[in-house]
């Protein structure tokens, strides 16, 4: 596979301090989504060319890349969610978007906190962009809760496996180190470990036409793209409960603890 030149006015150099003092407050408070962006920033130097080489050298990946479909604004658009059949990967990034309150033009408006390059009109920034806004398609073909510290980290591992970038490396790693601390068990550890293993061994999502793929059944999605059930990240939730499941949440382990009760009780 060919090297391709950097990114255009790029030194090349992680920025380790900026990357600390976010590892730092995304600790501290797992809800702060901006410090994630910030790691990335300073961490993941030389991995959009990396992965866009990758991307054209794939069967589809040159009409792909030629088509430059920005996604966010497909996400975003509520007649395209709508249009999914039921079983397939769009239904269920539809109940997802609909769970979590989440949506697309959101992780944008987030990321853009950031000064970074994702918004120029340069092939590595829409592959950078491409990551980004799959992101929450990834927590379903996982299985990964978006809403839980412990499915964060797991598919962080996952993403660090299948797109490299020492950002998502970090953040796994520091989250499964602190969750030993916490938790009092290796459990929560073990999951994210299961899910960088898991990443290993899947095909390379990133190549994949999210167009065509949304329209596919999940069960068969999951198959094809050998994405295993996330054994070790199920036992973790059982075990370790709501609240040590997003031990990194303040918010998040508030209201799994105001759960609890009422799911006992039923």
């Given at each position: 596979?060919?090297?391709?030149?950097?990114?255009?006015?790029?030194?090349?150099?992680?920025?380790?301090?900026?990357?600390?003092?976010?590892?730092?407050?995304?600790?501290?408070?797992?809800?702060?989504?901006?410090?994630?962006?910030r790691i990335m920033r300073a961490l993941n130097v030389g991995n959009a060319p990396m992965n866009y080489a990758r991307l054209i050298a794939t069967e589809q990946g040159g009409r792909i890349a030629y088509d430059q479909v920005e996604l966010a604004r497909r996400f975003s658009d509520p007649a395209f969610v709508a249009s999914f059949?039921?079983?397939?990967?769009?239904?269920?990034?539809?109940?997802?978007?609909?769970?979590?309150?989440?949506?697309?033009?959101?992780?944008?408006?987030?990321?853009?906190?950031?000064?970074?390059e994702d918004d120029l009109a340069h092939p590595y920034a829409w592959f950078g962009r491409r990551v980004r806004d799959t992101h929450d398609i990834w927590h379903v073909l996982t299985g990964y809760k978006a809403d839980e510290s412990m499915g964060e980290a797991a598919l962080v591992a996952f993403s660090y496996a299948q797109v490299g970038g020492?950002?998502?490396?970090?953040i796994g790693s520091a989250a499964a180190l602190k969750s030993i601390r916490v938790t009092g068990s290796r459990l929560f550890a073990k999951a994210v470990w299961e899910g960088y293993r898991h990443g290993r061994k899947a095909k390379w999502i990133s190549g994949e036409d999210y167009l065509t793929l949304l329209h596919e059944p999940l069960d068969a999605a999951r198959a094809r793209l050998g994405i295993a059930t996330p054994v070790a990240y199920l036992h973790a939730q059982r075990e370790l409960g709501p609240e040590l499941a997003s031990y990194l949440s303040t918010q998040r382990a508030a209201n799994a603890a105001a759960v609890a009760p009422q799911q006992i009780a039923a």
């Amino acid at each position: 596979m060919a090297k391709l030149p950097p990114f255009p006015g790029t030194t090349g150099r992680r920025d380790w301090p900026t990357a600390f003092d976010a590892i730092k407050k995304l600790l501290a408070n797992g809800d702060d989504t901006t410090q994630v962006f910030r790691i990335m920033r300073a961490l993941n130097v030389g991995n959009a060319p990396m992965n866009y080489a990758r991307l054209i050298a794939t069967e589809q990946g040159g009409r792909i890349a030629y088509d430059q479909v920005e996604l966010a604004r497909r996400f975003s658009d509520p007649a395209f969610v709508a249009s999914f059949a039921p079983g397939t990967v769009g239904a269920a990034y539809r109940d997802f978007l609909e769970t979590t309150g989440y949506s697309a033009d959101g992780l944008v408006e987030v990321s853009r906190l950031v000064p970074s390059e994702d918004d120029l009109a340069h092939p590595y920034a829409w592959f950078g962009r491409r990551v980004r806004d799959t992101h929450d398609i990834w927590h379903v073909l996982t299985g990964y809760k978006a809403d839980e510290s412990m499915g964060e980290a797991a598919l962080v591992a996952f993403s660090y496996a299948q797109v490299g970038g020492l950002g998502w490396a970090l953040i796994g790693s520091a989250a499964a180190l602190k969750s030993i601390r916490v938790t009092g068990s290796r459990l929560f550890a073990k999951a994210v470990w299961e899910g960088y293993r898991h990443g290993r061994k899947a095909k390379w999502i990133s190549g994949e036409d999210y167009l065509t793929l949304l329209h596919e059944p999940l069960d068969a999605a999951r198959a094809r793209l050998g994405i295993a059930t996330p054994v070790a990240y199920l036992h973790a939730q059982r075990e370790l409960g709501p609240e040590l499941a997003s031990y990194l949440s303040t918010q998040r382990a508030a209201n799994a603890a105001a759960v609890a009760p009422q799911q006992i009780a039923a």
